[in-house]
């Protein structure tokens, strides 16, 4: 059961993967050139099983009430496989799988798997939670650092264009209300029903898009030396408003890749 962070490599990319500091991605440098902030809580982490924030961490299924840890008070966030080591199934230059089986304070059993496919221009992540048990309400998300500047370059650009934005509450959560998109600065969640489709651009360096057949993607850009797009299945408090429900014969799955090219 090893933990070791693995090495992916293609072409002049290369791909650090941590599954024992959660599952994350560590690092992508690109020509020798990292994109992703660095730190143990950086990088890219996989936001399972739920993503953003839980109001009040508290959820319901069915007539039960679950309490998870307030690690963002008042609030629960960003799920607990972030948290825990992931194991190695198997690993080869440009590939690797690795998993997680759901544990306390997740009141269900399950296991997560992440699947990280790299080639020499994308890096394609996978992640699915699956149950041989009761049924859950479950969310999956990537929360990914992006460098705000590449070896002291201009900063990075974000464009998209969402058909709507969720309403935020002063609690930081959605009010259920559906709103015309605003302006920066942003931590909020948009939606794009034909797929989430961000592209970031650091002038004359590097342009890379964020895409993802899922239909929510928070970005956030408050900070000096990051700016994450987080492609992801639900809003915040999904479990509680929008629950996708993973079910023995029907896991949730979802995947974002990450494609860039020289400018």
Request: aromatic letters at 8%.
């Amino acid at each position: 059961m090893s933990h070791e962070d693995i090495t992916l490599t293609a072409g002049d990319a290369e791909v650090t993967l941590q599954p024992g500091n959660g599952g994350r991605v560590g690092g992508l440098r690109v020509g020798g050139v990292e994109l992703l902030r660095q730190g143990e809580r950086f990088g890219c982490f996989p936001m399972v099983p739920w993503c953003g924030r839980i109001r009040d961490g508290r959820f319901r299924d069915g007539a039960t009430t679950h309490q998870m840890p307030l690690n963002s008070p008042p609030h629960a966030i960003h799920g607990t496989a972030r948290d825990g080591a992931w194991t190695v199934a198997r690993s080869s230059g440009d590939e690797a799988v690795i998993t997680y089986d759901l544990v306390e304070p997740w009141p269900y059993p399950g296991r997560v798997t992440q699947i990280a496919a790299l080639t020499p221009d994308a890096l394609t992540l996978t992640m699915s939670v699956e149950t041989y048990d009761s049924s859950f309400p479950a969310q999956i998300g990537w929360h990914p650092w992006f460098n705000r500047t590449l070896d002291g370059g201009e900063p990075v650009r974000l464009d998209f264009t969402a058909a709507w934005q969720e309403e935020r509450g002063e609690d930081h959560l959605p009010t259920g209300h559906r709103v015309d998109p605003k302006p920066s600065p942003w931590d909020d969640c948009f939606g794009m029903p034909d797929g989430v489709d961000v592209t970031l651009t650091w002038p004359a360096q590097l342009e890379l898009k964020v895409t993802s057949r899922e239909e929510w993607v928070v970005v956030y850009d408050e900070q000096e030396a990051a700016v994450c797009v987080e492609p992801q299945t639900g809003p915040p408090n999904g479990l509680n408003t929008l629950p996708r429900l993973v079910t023995p014969l029907e896991p949730l799955e979802a995947s974002t890749t990450w494609s860039w090219r020289r400018l």
